[in-house]
C-alpha cells in the first residue's frame, strides 16, 4: 500500500491507521510518522556561450550554471 501526502505546512506529523478487518482476521492499527520539509524553489538551470557569436569552424566554450535555491541548502 501507499499513501502520497501533499504538505501544506512544513513540521512533524503522525497518522494513525484503522483496523485491516477481513474474513481471515484483523490486521490491527499502525502509526506513522512524517517530517514534512519547508516548500522549496527547484533549482535554476542557465547556459551560455562564449562567445555569444560563433563563426564556422571555430571554438567556443558552452558553459551551464546551477543556481540552489533552496532554504537548507539542498536539492
Known sequence: MSLSIVGTTAGSYSFATGALTSSLGNSG?????????????????SAAFSPSTVALNSDATLTYTVTNTTAGGLI
Not at 492499527?29 to 538551470?45: F, G, K, M, R, S
Request: glycine share 0%; aromatic share 0%; net charge negative.
Open 29 to 45: 492499527t499502525t502509526t506513522v510518522d512524517v517530517q514534512i520539509a519547508p516548500e522549496t524553489a527547484a533549482p535554476l538551470l
